[in-house]
């Protein structure tokens, strides 16, 4: 005679099918959310990288920016949020773009005198400045020659004109800035 068949009931033959889909989909699900161990730096994150190789000395202070001198001058690699073509100059220093209509990276300082651009990495990069200071101007200068007594003022920007969307003809020739308080 031939064995009689197991019967399983419904009860029990349904929760153990649906158990067995669920651990088979967890699974096959990675462990953690987010981007993999080994994905690649952002743009910016790698222009700040190669920024600071160039010009050691700096310290980044936050996903966008560099400070140098103890935050005397910082550099913004993106701009805080989506801008169209707008100064945003933080209220209590001079900026300046990189890029005319104040595109991006910008430096900004708000120091008083004489100041080298080259030190941080900023000199014949200036295309666009904002300043938002209430009191003085700031001159930017040309270096030409040994000592800095004969370099000439290409433009400046203060409390009178506090924007220039594009300071050409003389777009990448600022080396140094002098800030009159």
Known sequence: MAPTPRRWSRSVTVPMAIATIVATVVAAAPATAGPPEDALPSPVQGEIDRHLASYPGGRQISPTEVSYADGTFIIAFAPPSETTALPNCTAGWFCFYDGVNYTYPR???????????AAWGWHDRTESVHYNIGTGSVSFLNHTSSGHGSDPVLFSVGVSSTTDNDVSPYRNQADHVNRYC
């Open 107 to 117: 430096g900004q300082l708000n120091s008083c005198g004489w100041q080298d651009l």
